[in-house]
């Protein structure tokens, strides 16, 4: 089955500073995903972007479906940002795949 | 407000005591799919459901059964737990599924999480 890369794994912020999370995908995908799981366990779908750019405030994600991987843009972090960040991808079944995440925390 | 529940929120059991886990959401969705979370694997796809009577395995189906006899009910059941099956467990609903929920954009909407621990 399809394969989904995550990094880095974990990443450490001041508040403030930009950051680019990336997701890695192994075979052409029809739906791609990006979640944010806050410390809580709460996820919230953040894009759905199987190709091309989109913004959302201080977040964008970018994938190039051709090249198989997906970018997540966090610019001027704030500590409510902190949290696991994961793709999920589904290659055209019913099925979606979950990238092992990255888990970012954003220092005051 | 559109919602997807889980109940219980947290559960202490005992190997081998059968045990359900219910899943409900108010939205009409076709789509429902149960993942379990464990640390440095992310999600994994247990079950899904594309409509009522309609379900199929995801990657860790081994140990789990689901049903779907009516479209807004999605119970994950558990018949013999073991302490393997500790984890987080997560229901999630969606309108589309596949070909469809991509050419739409849809996303999909998740419960607040069931956290089991099996002894």
């Given at each position: 089955g399809i394969q989904v890369e995550q990094s880095p794994p974990d990443l450490i912020?001041?508040?403030?500073?930009?950051?680019?999370?990336?997701?890695?995908?192994?075979?052409?995908?029809n739906n791609l995903q990006w979640f944010h799981q806050n410390p809580w366990g709460q996820l919230i779908n953040l894009?759905?972007?199987?190709?091309?750019?989109?913004?959302?405030?201080?977040?964008?994600?970018?994938?190039?479906?051709t090249e198989r991987y997906s970018l997540l843009y966090i610019s001027s972090s704030q500590t409510t940002d902190s949290g696991v960040y994961f793709c999920?991808?589904?290659?055209y079944g019913q099925n979606f795949v979950f990238g092992p995440g990255t888990r970012l925390s954003v220092l005051p | 407000e559109a919602q997807v529940t889980q109940?219980?929120?947290?559960?202490?059991?005992?190997t081998g005591k059968k045990l359900t886990v219910t899943c409900s959401q108010n939205m009409n969705h076709e789509y429902m799919s149960w993942y379990r979370q464990d640390p440095g694997l992310g999600l994994r796809q247990i079950y899904y459901s594309m409509n009522v009577e309609v379900t199929d395995?995801?990657?860790?189906?081994?140990?789990y059964k689901v049903s779907r006899?009516?479209?807004r009910?999605?119970?994950?059941?558990?018949?013999?737990?073991?302490?393997?099956?500790?984890?987080?467990?997560?229901?999630?609903s969606s309108m589309f599924w596949g070909q469809l929920a991509g050419?739409?954009?849809?996303?999909?909407?998740?419960?607040?999480?069931t956290r089991l621990t099996v002894l």
């Open positions: 912020l001041q508040e403030g500073a930009n950051s680019t999370l990336r997701c890695n995908f192994s075979d052409s995908v894009f759905y972007i199987p190709s091309g750019t989109k913004q959302n405030g201080r977040l964008s994600a970018t994938t190039v479906a999920a991808v589904d290659n | 109940n219980p929120r947290y559960l202490i059991t005992v395995k995801g990657d860790v189906p081994e140990g006899k009516e479209k009910n999605f119970p994950l059941i558990l018949e013999s737990p073991s302490p393997n099956q500790t984890s987080l467990y997560f229901c999630a050419d739409l954009g849809d996303t999909q909407y998740f419960g607040p999480g």
